[in-house]
């Protein structure tokens, strides 16, 4: 009778065993196949290569004689894996930001917490020791290296995404070595651009941005007592103000949605999109030859492309000069109608990067490529995936936690 229960009992741990076993593999390789599908594989190969690592060095522990000589060298492991894996997530999986401004409203406001999906558009890999969270730490206690800081270290390499950049996604490209900075994506590589109106067409196709997009309007209206009560109940009157030159005409800062009800209010008589004027000081990228460039008046242009020729004229060169010199790294001049880069006389230029066109919701609350010019897909972070948390308004919004942004 005790032989039996005491097979009972050994059939019993080995069926626990054996279910532990497989459960792992059975984890392991789903984990690794649902990246194939993404089209991920270096995710795959990652996670291969750490469930290598982690079995060998389980089965290593495991063959020390000494219990706690055994616990502590466990302890060290769990501590060690645990950094490691957070570094991996931060650097090649997701990220946290925190929005500043109002230059993304009513999308993303001052206060808001987003997640960033480095897996869309695959990962950069960091330029610098100073981008790799916990090791940095090692480098600002050293003087040498700190010197270096606001250096590129490695060349710009970059993982496969599961996607491309695509119009209208929100993006967080990096500005600086410590400035991060959130905008939508409104033209891609190879895109013929135009801002009309202040509206943007691609290749002859307007875009339909989302209803939370933003701008200035004129609004004439008949009653004002009448017209800011109406507002009260709709709690739409923080961005409306009086225009100064009369009381029937008032300024409002709305987006899309707030404008159409606006326009249904009892009283309205007129509301019209206020558009930017014409000024040389304005600080736009390019002020192309017999131009006259504005916020909302701007093209026709083409977003630059990796391989992508341009013959230089006067207009090119307007446009071009800027991203020539800070991104593509060659010295650009003209004398007496003859361009030169890096000191050679050429009529043509091939370009070696990807470029974008980005702006905020915000449109005129926005320092964005009407002023900074193309972003390179090298400066792209990531793309935001949700808001995490928001504390706009001064208090934690509710309605904001793990809110989806959609275009």
């Known amino acids: 009778m005790k032989n039996y229960w005491r097979i009972r009992e050994m059939k019993k741990e080995y069926l626990v065993e054996w279910t532990k076993k497989y459960w792992r593999i059975g984890f392991i390789t789903v984990a690794v196949l649902i990246p194939v599908f993404y089209g991920l594989l270096w995710l795959s190969f990652a996670i291969l290569f750490l469930a290598i690592i982690y079995r060998t060095g389980s089965h290593l522990v495991q063959q020390i004689k000494y219990s706690v000589l055994q616990k502590w060298i466990n302890r060290v492991l769990i501590v060690l894996s645990i950094f490691a894996l957070s570094i991996g997530i931060k650097l090649f999986v997701f990220d946290i930001y925190r929005i500043p401004s109002g230059s993304m409203e009513d999308t993303l406001f001052p206060g808001d917490v987003i997640l960033v999906n480095k897996l869309i ?4 890999l960091p330029r610098s020791p100073f981008e790799i969270s916990w090791v940095n730490l090692l480098f600002y206690l050293n003087s040498r290296a700190r010197a270096k800081m606001e250096q590129d270290w490695w060349p710009y390499k970059r993982f496969e995404g599961s996607k491309e950049i ?3 996604d929100i993006l967080v490209y990096q500005f600086s070595k410590t400035i991060f900075v959130v905008k939508r994506c409104v033209a891609v590589a190879g895109d013929s651009l135009a801002i009309v109106n202040g509206e943007i067409f691609t290749d002859n196709k307007k875009f339909r941005p989302p209803e939370t997009i933003k701008n200035n309007y004129l609004i004439k209206i008949k009653n004002k007592r009448r017209f800011y009560r109406q507002l009260d109940s709709l709690d739409l009157n923080t961005g409306i103000f009086r225009n ?9 800062n709305l987006s899309y ?3 159409e009800t606006v326009e249904g209010l009892a009283g309205v008589q007129l509301v019209k999109k206020e558009l930017d004027t014409f000024s ?18 701007l093209g026709p242009l083409v977003v630059p492309k990796k391989g992508m ?3 230089l004229n006067p207009f090119t060169f307007g446009v071009y000069k800027k991203v020539l010199h800070e991104h593509e790294k060659v010295v650009c001049e003209e004398t007496d109608g003859v361009y030169y880069v890096n000191g050679k006389n050429i009529d043509q230029y091939t370009f070696k ?4 066109f980005v702006m905020g919701d915000n449109r005129k609350g926005s320092m964005d490529s009407r002023y900074i010019g193309f972003i390179p897909k090298e400066n792209i972070i990531a793309k935001v995936q949700c808001v995490l948390f928001s504390n706009y308004g001064g208090g934690f919004d509710w309605q904001r936690l793990f809110k989806r942004i959609d275009l």
């Open 121 to 124: 558009y695959g990962p950069k």
């Open 166 to 168: 695509e119009q209208g």
């Open 244 to 252: 100064g030159t009369t009381s029937f005409w008032l300024n409002g």
């Open 257 to 259: 949605k707030q404008r």
């Open 280 to 297: 040389q000081n304005k600080g736009l990228f390019a002020m192309p030859w017999d131009t006259q460039w504005t916020l909302d008046n």
């Open 309 to 311: 020729t341009v013959c």
């Open 353 to 356: 990067q990807d470029y974008y």
